[in-house]
C-alpha cells in the first residue's frame, strides 16, 4: 500500500477492523510517520446488463437502488427494506455467473420481491418496466395482484 503522503510503499497495518461492509485497516508510514486509513471490499465481477434495444451497459448498484426507490416513493416502506431488496436482487444477478444479463431479468427479479413488500410499489415499477400498452392491460396486472393470497 502505497502512503497517500509521501507516496513511500513501505506502510504497516496498525489496526484492522470491521466495517459496515468493508474491513478498514489503519495504517502508518514507515517513512513519513503519517497514519492513514485504507478500506477493502470484495469486487465481484458483476455482468453487463443488455438493454432493450441491445445497448449494453455495466452493472450499476446505486441505479438500481434508484428505481426502487422510485417506485417505494411515500410509501410506508423502510429505506433498509428497499436496500436489502436491491442487495438481493445485485446478489442473485451475481450469482447466475453469467457476463451478461438481459434488463428484462433483472426487472422480473425486482418485481418478484416488489410484490411481496408493497403491491403499490409493484404496479409502479410494472407500469414502467412491463410492456403494458394501455389502461386494460394495467388492469390485468392489478386484478392479478389482487388475487394473489
Known amino acids: ?31 513519513c510517520g503519517q497514519r492513514f486509513t485504507t478500506y477493502e471490499r470484495a469486487v465481484l465481477s458483476a455482468p453487463q446488463v443488455v438493454k432493450r434495444d441491445g445497448r449494453r451497459e455495466e452493472w450499476d448498484f446505486e441505479k438500481l437502488l434508484r428505481g426502487i426507490r422510485v417506485a417505494c416513493a411515500k410509501r410506508p416502506v423502510a429505506s433498509k427494506a428497499i436496500e436489502r431488496l436491491a442487495r438481493q436482487v445485485e446478489a442473485e444477478v451475481i450469482s447466475l455467473g453469467h ?46 395482484l389482487l388475487e394473489r393470497p
Not at 502512503?3 to 477492523?17: A, E, K, L, N, Q
Not at 434488463?103 to 418485481?111: D, H, K, N, W, Y
Open 99 to 144: 457476463q451478461e444479463v438481459g434488463s428484462e431479468e433483472v426487472g422480473a427479479r425486482v418485481l418478484e420481491k416488489l410484490r411481496d413488500l408493497d403491491g403499490v410499489a409493484y404496479v409502479r415499477f410494472a407500469s414502467v418496466y412491463l410492456p403494458l400498452g394501455d389502461l386494460e392491460a394495467l388492469r390485468h396486472e392489478v386484478n392479478g
Open 1 to 31: 500500500m502505497r502512503c497517500p503522503y509521501c507516496g513511500g510503499s513501505d506502510t504497516r497495518v496498525i489496526d484492522t477492523r470491521g466495517a459496515r461492509d468493508a474491513i478498514r485497516r489503519r495504517r502508518v508510514c514507515r517513512d
